[in-house]
């Protein structure tokens, strides 16, 4: 995983003279006029633990699962926000840990828990390091250090039982490396984000991700069966039957909890059989809202194919459905939907017929096929634009279908007064029967402060959404970055809710702090 970018350093690569040409002549994009800061030059802050403390870390962990070289420190600083690349890039790794520990089983990570507790070191729970909200950047005020907890020996599959169709993971396993091991027995989790290559199964249960196709398969946190997670103040294992009346579900307080409530040690997900054949069409409507009633339609005659994508104008103008094909595009609005196994020719053939009564034209399997060669490849297209000197990142919401245009314009027209004459495109993402997400990618040129740019954007873009009746993100999670507005939608009811949890859990406040949990107002 590249520190300053997305994936392989190797997929890397220029943007073609024609496209820089064009980013020039349509947005004013500049190349920065300083290169690209080397690891090496990362300007990180001298570790702050005592010796006697990293020594005691590594009384626990063993001393070679103890880091604090550079080079460790530098790659568990941050995410993969847009943010979080432009501050490495310019070589800022003012968040870096004083250490990343690296746990080897579940009796460790709580006897770890503990020890942060008693010496008040903050601990930031690391899987594939792909949030994109803030949501590895804990606040060090008041601590005695930061230890990044790097679940990375937390790698394998436990059990697999084919009559209940649950799999058991340790967290640290990687969404790629668990499709490999399910494969074997011939099952898989359908669990498909722009993040798969990198994230891990804890961080989608910690920010209740949902896949590319989640029509199909659904979410991530309808997946999960049962959990474990480890707390300074215990050990809390839920979930021993797939639906109970006994109270409140515990499990639906872990996900989403991004490492605020404590840290999860084991996953038992629901599995399906994998699909023998995958087949991904591409159809064309005359505008977002034709395309938007299809898909509206699909959902609420329990058609949904597996994947179901709508791009709106401009992005199908663009063809940034296709990332590896920009520039591809063409009028109208493009609809990808994808299915899954030979019993699924019926419902392919069901929806076709719903979405050509209402208007779509065909376009074969050529923009589905495309879309999936490609289906992983836009992080490295932001790294790509970054290198040439745009600001690009995504966000997203959702809302009910009634308010879904309001939400839509209003998350526009806040960016176009933010930043200008940016280039907004949207989709829809994923679709229920009562309503859908929206995912926004915006291109914009870097100003001086490229950073504070979209920090600007961002706020707006966020009182935006709170006020047109949107939530405030749909998956990628609230982070650092939706904090106050995730306050704004709860409440404060609410917030206080969420910080009598955070207080019995973790008392001494060492997970993960000023992430999620919105401060309380004083009464």
Request: net charge negative; hydrophobic share 45%; aromatic share 6%.
């Amino acid at each position: 995983m590249s520190w300053s970018g997305w994936g392989d350093p190797a997929r890397a690569r220029e943007l073609p003279e024609q496209i820089r040409t064009l980013l020039h002549d349509l947005l004013g994009v500049r190349a920065p006029a300083v290169p690209a800061a080397a690891l090496e030059a990362v300007r990180v802050p001298p570790v702050a633990l005592p010796g006697p403390l990293v020594e005691a870390l590594a009384g626990v962990a063993g001393a070679e699962h103890v880091l604090t070289t550079h080079e460790a420190r530098v790659r568990h600083t941050r995410g993969k926000s847009t943010p979080d690349l432009l501050r490495m890039r310019a070589g800022d790794g003012s968040d870096a840990p004083d250490a990343v520990v690296l746990p080897g089983s579940h009796e460790e990570v709580a006897e770890l828990l503990r020890l942060c507790s008693a010496e008040r070191i903050a601990v930031v729970p690391f899987g594939g390091g792909t949030s994109v909200v803030g949501g590895l950047a804990a606040a060090r005020a008041g601590f005695a250090g930061v230890v990044a907890l790097d679940l990375a020996r937390l790698d394998r599959l436990r059990s697999v039982d084919t009559e209940s169709m649950v799999a058991e993971f340790e967290p640290g396993v990687r969404a790629a490396e668990a499709e490999r091991l399910l494969a074997e027995h011939g099952l898989t989790l359908g669990h498909f984000p722009q993040s798969f290559e990198y994230a891990t199964l804890g961080g989608f249960a910690a920010a209740r991700s949902s896949g590319q196709a989640s029509a199909g398969y659904g979410r991530f946190d309808d997946m999960v069966m049962g959990l474990t997670l480890a707390t300074p103040a215990g050990t809390l294992d839920v979930g021993r039957a797939p639906r109970s009346a006994a109270g409140p579900d515990l499990r639906q307080l872990v996900l989403g909890s991004e490492g605020a409530f404590g840290v999860i040690t084991s996953l038992r997900l629901r599995v399906r059989r994998a699909p023998a054949e995958r087949r991904y069409e591409g159809w064309r409507f005359a505008s977002f809202a034709a395309g938007s009633a299809a898909v509206r339609a699909l959902a609420q005659e329990g058609l949904m194919p597996a994947v179901l994508r709508l791009s709106d104008e401009t992005e199908t103008m663009v063809g940034l459905a296709e990332p590896d094909a920009i520039g591809s595009g063409g009028s109208g609005c493009l609809l990808i939907a994808g299915h899954e196994g030979a019993a699924e020719s019926g419902r392919r053939q069901a929806v076709s017929a719903v979405l050509a009564r209402l208007g779509g034209e065909p376009l074969g399997a050529g923009p589905g096929e495309a879309w999936e060669r490609g289906r992983f490849s836009a992080p490295y297209l932001r790294d790509s634009l970054l290198a040439a000197g745009a600001t690009v990142e995504t966000l997203e919401t959702a809302g009910f279908w009634a308010n879904l245009p309001r939400l839509y314009d209003a998350v526009r027209l806040a960016l176009l007064g933010a930043l200008g004459s940016p280039l907004v495109m949207c989709h829809v993402s994923h679709a229920y029967e009562t309503g859908a997400s929206l995912y926004f990618t915006v291109v914009t040129p870097q100003d001086d402060d490229p950073v504070a740019q979209w920090e600007r954007a961002k706020t707006e873009v966020n009182a935006a959404i709170v006020e047109a009746g949107g939530t405030i993100t749909h998956h990628h999670g609230v982070g650092r970055d939706h904090r106050d507005a995730y306050a704004a939608e709860l409440g404060p009811v609410g917030v206080s809710v969420l910080d009598a949890v955070k207080s019995r859990l973790d008392p001494a406040g060492i997970l993960n702090p000023g992430v999620l949990v919105p401060p309380v107002e004083p009464a």
